[in-house]
């Protein structure tokens, strides 16, 4: 069993990006994982704006992270980058917080050319904060996630596959490590 913490960037509850990390949560906790999400946008806005560092909110999510096997760093595509609210948190963090763990970005975007923020805008973040273990990752078009009848996500194509694919390397990591 892996501690994983998802931290989703994402502005807005309703978004696909944010509906993204609740089912990967949910189905991390199905295979045993101790998983846990931090909402940027959830956090108090001054903290973020003013960088609050000893912030009990933002102390809080350092814990989280420190204490973490896996990162899985959520958001949609914004300008060709991930969002500002994930920006400012990601400043906030100490400068090797994600030595010793292995890292995987999701990312959400309305073009195929978005695919690109991974490699050349979350990529070169995480590196900067200590990773080096930074799995491929996974891009996944809007208009590939979906609601059905109950109001539950569903995946077009092979999105779902992707994400499956994921949540077992980072098993799979964590066991070899």
Same mark, same amino acid.
């Given at each position: ?63 989280? /992270? @420190?204490?973490?096997? &896996? ?20 400043? %906030?963090?100490? +400068?090797?917080?994600? &030595? ?11 073009? /195929? ?5 991974? @490699?050349?805008? %979350? ?6 904060? *200590? ?20 109001? @539950?996500?569903?995946?077009? *194509? ?13 098993? /799979? +990591?964590? &066991?070899?490590?």
């Amino acid at each position: 069993m892996a501690n994983i913490i998802l931290i989703s960037g994402s502005p807005s509850k309703q978004s696909k990006t944010a509906k993204v990390a609740n089912y990967l949560q949910k189905q991390l906790q199905e295979r045993n994982h101790d998983a846990q999400c931090i909402h940027v946008r959830d956090l108090p806005a001054e903290d973020l704006l003013h960088a609050k560092f000893t912030s009990e909110a933002i102390r809080h999510t350092h814990e989280l /992270i @420190e204490r973490a096997d &896996a990162i899985i760093v959520l958001s949609p595509v914004y300008k060709g980058s991930y969002t500002g609210i994930l920006k400012a948190f990601l400043d %906030l963090l100490p +400068e090797k917080a994600f &030595a010793n763990k292995i890292i995987a970005p999701v990312v959400t975007g309305g073009i /195929i050319a978005h695919l690109l923020s991974i @490699e050349y805008s %979350l990529k070169p973040i995480f590196s900067i904060l *200590g990773a080096r273990e930074i799995l491929h990752g996974v891009f996944i078009l809007d208009q590939a996630i979906e609601k059905d009848e109950r109001g @539950e996500i569903t995946f077009q *194509g092979d999105a779902k596959q992707r994400l499956e694919d994921l949540i077992r390397s980072i098993s /799979i +990591e964590k &066991a070899s490590v």
